[in-house]
């Protein structure tokens, strides 16, 4: 259950308008169900808008049995700014994550878009598979790219996304379709898949990772993700918002 593998998207973004746009504060949580039981949580709270800056923190954890065999949990933040056309440009990120296995630090921060691995804890051995952080300008970190995907939208900007991903190490692509209507809900089909930076065995193992979205009305009118049903290396898995 690798957060950087499994939920994620991103975009590039720059330019900011020249009275910069404040917006009010969501938040969202939503239950990890795997085989029908409730495997975890995930939740996050962030601000943003169009013409202004956008801060987020996330948060995933195991819980129930799920937890009892193996802990979880990927604490992130990030910050940056959103361009008037709605693109998003990180300025900082950092996560601390436990796979169960092992625990992990690592920060980014951005230049013109380019991101740097300012910390990266534990150090490891260079791999042959490795990719330049260098290389990888215009892609944002995975918390920016959940809260691309996951925040509240106006009716009629549901879906029809191209986002890119860097986590620090691994590069990776999140797509989403037309939107369609089915009664007051909106669907969308969109594609997970790992593009560079990964292992011969995680790319022989699998590289696409097909999911849903749909979205209902929320009290407000906006239109926000209530469930995503996707398919993951444990089987078929959803997050359904509380």
């Known amino acids: 259950m690798k957060m950087n593998s499994r939920l994620a998207a991103a975009l590039v973004g720059f330019g900011l308008s020249a009275a910069p746009v404040t917006a009010a504060a969501e938040e969202a949580r939503f239950d990890f169900v795997l085989a029908g039981l409730t495997a975890g949580t995930l939740s996050w709270s962030g601000s943003g808008a169009p013409g202004g800056s956008y801060s987020v923190t996330g948060r995933l954890k195991t819980s129930g049995m799920a937890a009892l065999l193996k802990k979880v949990s990927y604490d992130a933040t990030a910050s940056g700014i959103i361009s008037v056309d709605g693109r998003y440009q990180p300025a900082s990120y950092s996560e601390d994550a436990d796979t169960g296995r092992r625990q992990s630090q690592s920060q980014i921060s951005y230049a013109n878009g380019v991101p740097t691995v300012t910390r990266s804890q534990p150090e490891r051995k260079a791999r042959p598979y490795d990719i330049s952080p260098a ?39 999140v797509t989403t379709g037309t939107p369609q209507a089915q009664g007051n809900k909106v669907t969308c089909t969109g594609e997970y898949r ?38 993951s290396l444990y089987g078929k898995a959803r997050l359904v918002r509380q």
């Open 135 to 173: 290389d990888q300008g215009g892609k944002v970190d995975p918390l920016t790219a959940m809260f691309a995907t996951l925040r509240d939208v106006a009716p009629g900007e549901e879906c029809n996304r191209s986002l890119q991903i860097f986590d620090g190490r691994r590069a990776s692509q």
């Open 194 to 231: 790992r593009i560079a930076g990964f292992s011969a065995d995680d790319m022989a193992e699998k590289t696409r990772f097909p999911f849903t979205l749909t979205y209902a009305p929320g009290p407000d009118g906006k239109m926000r993700v209530v469930e995503v049903a996707m398919d």
